[in-house]
């Protein structure tokens, strides 16, 4: 699991850059990060139907911003779904929940009102990945 979290983080650094800088996560970066992941979690032997699962859901979760036209991009969706599949299934409901009180707690120290949900994101699955929640 520590490979997969190594480079998710070399994956996100440009991805937490863009972010931060342009509100903007380029498909350069997180959908050859989706493969990646994919590959090395097959390659390590680890499962991948659970992480395809987390993956779905946040797909899910995801377009419902983006029905009602809320400020919510395409490239969130993609580097949600390359988070979730580091995350996996069935902790990626406790991601989702880190992820957004971790993006209102950014908010609050920055004052600002738009700020990029990459970092918050990011923070929750580099959490969630050092402590394993188990059923």
Request: charged content about 5%; proline content about 5%.
């Given at each position: 699991?520590?490979?997969?979290?190594?480079?998710?983080t070399l994956f996100s650094l440009p991805i937490l850059y863009h972010d931060i800088r342009y509100q903007d996560i380029p498909d350069r970066y997180s959908l050859p990060g989706i493969v990646v992941i994919l590959l090395l979690r097959?390659?390590?032997?680890?499962?991948?139907?659970?992480?395809?699962?987390?993956?779905?859901?946040?797909?899910?979760?995801?377009l419902i911003p983006l029905f009602f036209?809320?400020?919510?991009?395409?490239?969130?969706?993609?580097?949600?779904?390359?988070?979730?599949?580091?995350?996996?299934?069935?902790?990626?409901?406790?991601?989702?929940?880190v992820a957004s009180v971790l993006h209102l707690l950014i908010l609050l120290i920055v004052r600002k009102q738009i700020f990029g949900f990459a970092p918050a994101m990011f923070l929750a699955t580099i959490l969630l990945s050092l402590v394993p929640i188990s059923f």
């Open positions: 699991m520590l490979w997969i979290v190594v480079v998710y097959w390659y390590l032997e680890l499962p991948v139907m659970p992480a395809m699962v987390a993956a779905g859901f946040i797909l899910f979760v995801f036209g809320m400020d919510f991009g395409g490239g969130d969706l993609r580097y949600g779904v390359m988070s979730a599949l580091v995350v996996g299934f069935p902790s990626i409901a406790y991601w989702l929940i």
